[in-house]
């Protein structure tokens, strides 16, 4: 890419408005309609920073029926340099979590009590990606694939595995509207995992384990599978009455599965808990 091209693009991000426009299409695809509520500016203002964007080559537009959708590009130089001008700002960032938390919950009929806690989720798994990196990421119970749209910008790759066969429809689905080309969903049992030793950077149980029938099992095979410097981590849904037995229970099977417990982190979401736990190999020096 020449000199010149790349300086266009640094100058069509280097205005706040533009920059969360690029992290929002970077999520996948949008309309000018819900960036507009996202952002909360006028639509002529939203469609010239969306021109503008557009013409340095950092997001692309294309129609589908009666709507236009925008969109960082799915491959090639421009995607690379878009994920690289993003890569400037923290993740954690307060505005654009707020952005994200627009993004998240504009089509939801969830109750705004959910909504919050839908958000404070959302906030803990961000903060979690920003603690180290995620690399080639494995989701164990990919479910409606909310944890690989959330991390998809944070991962190289990201592959999904769940043994319901409509979950994996959905999940598809999901990702294909979304535009996410480093995503994959495979039909796979937690106890069998169909991936090599060390293949994954990240591996992420989302709310599989504590139902679970053979809990060591399950966390052994997720283990096998996690690179010597890699994060196992745990998602689980409970109750606050329950929340001191769940992480006595975990503990103790992470215990029997040579895997240590690096953080136990309980998010607060009123009516509804969660309990996110980071643990590592014990091989690590």
Not at 87 to 100: F, G, H, I, K, M
Not at 129 to 151: E, F, H, N, Q, W
Request: some cysteine; proline content about 3%.
């Amino acid at each position: 890419m020449q000199l010149d091209h790349t300086i266009d693009m640094l100058k069509a991000a280097a205005e706040p408005t533009r920059f969360r426009l690029l992290a929002l299409c970077a999520r996948g695809q949008i309309t000018v309609s819900e960036l507009v509520e996202i952002l909360g500016q006028s639509q002529p203002r939203i469609s010239r920073h969306l021109k503008l964007l557009a013409n340095a080559g950092l997001i692309e537009r294309h129609r589908s029926g009666k709507f236009v959708y925008y969109r960082v590009p799915k491959n090639g130089e421009s995607f690379r340099k878009a994920r690289m001008i993003l890569s400037l700002v923290a993740s954690n960032d307060s505005t654009l979590e707020q952005d994200l938390d627009g993004l998240m919950s504009r089509t939801t009929d969830d109750t705004p009590s959910q909504i919050q806690a839908e958000r404070l989720f959302n906030r803990a798994i961000l903060d979690v990606a920003a603690t180290g990196a995620i690399g080639s990421l494995l989701d164990v119970g990919v479910g409606s694939a909310r944890i690989m749209k959330l991390l998809a910008t944070h991962a190289t790759r990201l592959v999904g595995i769940d043994n319901n066969r409509v979950a994996r429809q959905h999940a598809r689905e999901s990702l294909k509207v979304a535009g996410l080309t480093n995503c994959s969903v495979l039909n796979g049992d937690m106890y069998q995992l169909p991936f090599d030793y060390n293949e994954f950077d990240t591996v992420i149980m989302d709310e599989v384990l504590y139902g679970s029938d053979e809990p060591v099992f399950a966390l052994t095979e997720a283990a096998r599978t996690l690179t010597n410097r890699g994060r196992l981590i745990i998602l689980e849904k409970t109750r606050p009455s329950d929340l001191s037995g769940v992480e006595s229970k975990i503990s103790n099977w992470l215990k029997q599965s040579q895997l240590s417990a690096v953080t136990m982190r309980p998010v607060n979401g009123g009516d509804i808990h969660w309990l996110i736990i980071i643990a590592s190999k014990n091989t690590l020096n």
